[in-house]
Each structure stands twice: as C-alpha cells, then as structure tokens.
C-alpha cells in the first residue's frame, strides 16, 4: 500500500510537468525491484485523466457545447485531437514488444530522460508563436507525442516543443 501511495504522489507530482512520470515511475520500480501491477498504473492513469479534466474542466465544457451548436471550430479543434493522436496509436500497435521492453531498460529510460531535457532547453528559446492549430500541425504534434510512448519521453514535453517549434 506504501509503495502505491508513493507512487501515486510521484505521479502526481510530474504528470503536469514536462518530465515523464512513466519514466520516473519506471525508475523507481528498478530500485525497489517491484513491477508494477498493470491494475495500479491503470488506477494512477486514471487519477491523470480525472484531474485533467478537473483542471481543464473550462474548455472542455466550452468544447462540447460548441460541437452540440454545431460550431465548426470545436468540430474542428475535436478532429485534429482525434487526428493527432492517430501516428500514436499505429506506432504503438507497430512497436508494442520494443515498447514493452523500453520500460525495464533503465539506461534506455536514462538517455529518454536527457533527450527531454535537452528537448526542452532547445524549445525554451522559441516563444510562443500566433499560429493557430491546423491539421499539419496536428499530426506533427501527433507525431511528437508518439516519441512520448517511451518511459523517459514527456508527453506534454513533446507536444508542447513541437507546437512550439510550429509557432503555435
């Protein structure tokens, strides 16, 4: 129960940040020599889902009442978050046993970790740019989140660099 708590505080604590909690979390499972039950990482996920939407609870809402308008720009926004999660999905069926693998190799895990960081020193010299999100754009994010698969990558890392890098 400890170790699922401490867990827990560990997820919490990098999820919104642009480090990788599944790295970390892979990390601490090599040293304390204790897998994590696919029922526990399932729950900690979860809890990201829930407070995601809690937090971003504004413009989801604002979202879904565009779609149930009929506004064309919530369809839209709605379509390129479907789209760009697409190269994720295909990559993950394609590499799933590498993908596997990548979670319990912590020099791996390590190299991921500094790719991020230095991702993110790189990105931090662009400002945020006046573009708007278009489909492009959208699969190129999609294709920078489908990196973050790997424990070491940050999701929010990678699609932030690169919408950054975009000029969005």
Request: net charge positive.
């Amino acid at each position: 129960m400890i170790k699922i708590l401490f867990l827990g505080l560990v997820q919490g604590f990098t999820e919104f940040l642009p480090v990788s909690s599944s790295g970390h979390l892979a990390i601490l499972e090599k040293i304390f020599h204790t897998p994590e039950p696919v029922a526990v990482a399932a729950f900690l996920h979860f809890g990201t889902l829930l407070s995601t939407v809690v937090f971003f609870w504004k413009p989801i809402a604002m979202i879904v009442q565009g779609l149930f308008r009929g506004e064309k720009e919530a369809c839209r926004y709605l379509a390129y978050i479907a789209l760009g999660n697409v190269p994720v999905v295909i990559f993950a069926l394609i590499f799933r046993p590498a993908i596997e693998q990548s979670f319990s190799d912590i020099r791996l895990i390590g190299l991921f970790l500094g790719l991020t960081g230095l991702a993110l020193i790189v990105t931090a010299l662009f400002k945020r740019g006046k573009e708007k999100i278009n489909l492009p754009r959208a699969i190129v994010v999609g294709f920078a989140q489908m990196l973050a698969i790997f424990p070491g990558i940050s999701r929010s890392g990678a699609t932030i660099g690169a919408a950054l890098l975009l000029g969005v």
